[in-house]
């Protein structure tokens, strides 16, 4: 893996990929392909709902189906995260580290993106809607939207 750093060079101060000066192209070709690999919630619907018509069976998946599968996921984070807590404290029985919790919680999000696809629900503005509606209640300052970043 590469590592950025700031140096000085004959010519004034530079962006350094592994110890080496970048050009402007190249400074500018990594904060595209940066950019690229950030996730918003547009990008991440329309991969899950491409992804989805290639899923067999996919057209057999209704509400209560979606709704049961974001449970199943919420199961299986919890499960994980009690096996981390057994590596964390040394108690007995299988164990997992935090990647697995990860990828729990990831399909999590999957799957609770499907159901509210499936329910035209816009993620980003209920996420949005909530998280402004919670700072509220209890008198907090942060709040997401364009008006409060």
């Not at 590592?3 to 000066?21: F, M, N, R, S, W």
């Not at 040394?90 to 164990?95: C, L, N, R, V, Y």
Request: charged residues 25%; hydrophobic residues 40%.
């Amino acid at each position: 893996m590469s590592e950025y750093t700031q140096g000085v060079c004959h010519d004034g101060a530079a962006i350094l990929k592994d110890g080496q000066p970048l050009s402007i192209e190249h400074i500018l070709e990594a904060l595209m392909e940066a950019d690229q690999q950030s996730l918003t919630f547009d990008r991440f619907r329309q991969a899950n709902n491409q992804r989805q018509l290639e899923w067999p069976g996919y057209e057999q998946t209704d509400t209560t189906f979606k709704a049961l599968e974001v449970c199943g996921e919420a199961g299986e984070l919890a499960e994980a995260v009690k096996k981390l807590i057994r590596a964390e404290r040394g108690i007995a029985g299988s164990t997992v580290g935090l990647d697995a919790v990860a990828d729990e919680l990831a399909d999590v999000l999957i799957s609770a993106d499907l159901l509210a696809a499936h329910l035209g629900i816009d993620l980003s503005k209920a996420v949005i809607k909530k998280f402004n509606k919670t700072s509220m209640k209890y008198g907090l300052e942060t709040k997401l939207g364009e008006d409060h970043q």
